[in-house]
Nanobody
Framework: QVQLVESGGGLVQPGGSLRLSCAASGFTFSRSFMSWYRQAPGKEREFVADITRTGETTNYADSVKGRFTISRDNAKNMVYLQMNILKPEDTAVYYC???????WGQGTQVTVSS
């Protein structure tokens, strides 16, 4: 049974940092392409970042490039999203996603506010 469990969200001030984690189980993680998405209130879910199976290649949305870093630990079946220089517009529920087959975690709330 595929499971993706996100953690690490919370309330942070503008300019602050958070590290999101996604614990994966029920599939061969090291062979899987992983992504982070987010959904702000009243908006559609949008792509944030993705990472190839080995972690050699990453891609980012323009809105987070230079501030966010996606990484993975295949030995621990974990994928991470380090978020720096957070802005109020980064406020959203952040989701971990497995590709092929597509599967979503339950999400973790990130709120950036003073």
């Amino acid at each position: 049974q595929v499971q993706l469990v996100e953690s690490g969200g919370g309330l942070v001030q503008p300019g602050g940092s958070l590290r999101l984690s996604c614990a994966a189980s029920g599939f061969t993680f090291s062979r899987s392409f992983m992504s982070w998405y987010r959904q702000a209130p009243g908006k559609e879910r949008e792509f944030v970042a993705d990472i190839t199976r080995t972690g050699e290649t990453t891609n980012y949305a323009d809105s987070v490039k230079g501030r966010f870093t996606i990484s993975r630990d295949n030995a621990k079946n974990m994928v991470y999203l380090q978020m720096n220089i957070l802005k109020p517009e980064d406020t959203a529920v952040y989701y971990c996603k497995l590709s092929q087959p597509d599967f979503w975690g339950q999400g973790t709330q990130v709120t950036v506010s003073s």
